[in-house]
């Protein structure tokens, strides 16, 4: 049991010593000491990169897409997706940037845009059920308005700790 920056110090620790450099989202795909080792020790092993990032792939119910705060991965949905149960898929949306090379949006509506094409390559058809945190809210907040403008159903929209409305512009 860590958290997202135990992550990162342990995955700038990995390319320290071994000069691989292996994204975050890794984790939920190789959770243990012993799946990490053996995709360290694989020569030529490239993860392939998807915004995307099943926390919890797996269950029944429509899945759950999250939207982390600025500066933040998709491992921040970790324990939501656990208190959520194992009935309830769970995605988190990992903004561009992070990785080497990788360009971050600069819109909110641009970034809205590309995580809802990543999101309807998964489910082409709503209902949809969104959460976003802190900036992601704002984002989250966008892409149903996208969807509503593309005559989309959003079934839920949560937004954790969105910050409060900007005050009246008095111009």
Not at 28 to 38: N, R, V
Not at 58 to 78: H, N, Q, R, Y
Not at 97 to 126: C, S, T, W
Request: glycine letters at 8%; charged letters at 15%.
């Amino acid at each position: 049991g860590g958290h997202s920056l135990l992550a990162v110090r342990l995955f700038a620790q990995i390319e320290k010593i071994f000069g691989r450099n292996i994204p975050l989202t890794v984790l939920f795909q190789a959770p243990t000491i012993e799946q990490l080792t053996k995709i360290i020790r694989q020569k030529g092993w490239s993860a392939p990169w998807s915004s995307l990032v099943p926390i919890q792939a797996d269950g029944s119910k429509p899945p759950f897409f999250c939207v982390p705060a600025a500066a933040s991965t998709a491992l921040s949905f970790e324990k939501l997706a656990r208190h959520l149960g194992t009935d309830q898929p769970v995605y988190g949306l990992q903004p561009l940037g992070f990785e080497e090379g990788q360009v971050p949006h600069n819109r909110v509506e641009d970034m809205a845009a590309y995580y809802l094409k990543e999101i309807r390559a998964l489910q082409p058809e709503g209902p949809y059920y969104l959460g976003g945190m802190c900036f992601g809210a704002f984002v989250v907040f966008e892409m149903a308005q996208q969807l509503l403008a593309q005559g989309c159903t959003v079934a839920l929209l949560a937004l954790f700790d969105p910050g409060p409305p900007a005050p009246p512009s008095p111009f």
